[in-house]
């Protein structure tokens, strides 16, 4: 592809989480009872965070529904449950579909990198939180496109399904997460 190999890295993650364009056509997120290890709600229905989990299992055949899971297990006390949801045990069926509990697991994981709005930094398969509307978790994965300015696009589902759009800094961007490339 002519790019350095940093920038190839997450090319696996996007072309994943590109696959799922007009498969997940729902935005829908309801609570529901899913197999553990490697639940999932049905394809054509979920939120932004199941953008992620498709993609990284697809991609990198990671479960974050089995890792978040015992990592949470073992350091729940680390992660926003108790404070935010008013949870007191781990959830296999929606705790690795939280945004908040995604982005403490990836800075858990040493895959943080600084938060800024240099456009350089955001690389093809970067997974980056954020805020919608000042508070609302949201999650994405930046595209190897790019706007006709030359910002990165997004891969996300913000409300109608997975869709490839420019948005990567319209939202107050509070995590930005890179993985290595062969995951964990």
Known sequence: ????????????????????????????????????????????????????????????????????????????????????????CTDTNIDHRRVLNLERFFGRMGWSLEVNKDVRCYLPGDIVTCLIGGDIPHVMIVSDRTSSGGIPLVLHNVGGGTQEEDCLFSYEITGHHRLPRHGH
């Open 1 to 88: 592809s002519g790019l350095p190999d940093a920038a190839t890295n997450g090319m696996d993650i996007v072309s994943a989480a590109r696959r799922q364009i007009g498969v997940t056509v729902v935005y829908d997120s309801a609570y529901r009872k899913i197999p553990y290890p490697n639940g999932d709600v049905p394809m054509d229905r979920g939120v932004c965070s199941d953008v992620i989990v498709r993609a990284l299992r697809d991609a990198r055949g990671m479960d974050l529904q089995k890792l978040v899971h015992e990592d949470m297990a073992s350091h729940f006390l680390m992660y926003p449950s108790m404070t935010r949801w008013m949870m007191f």
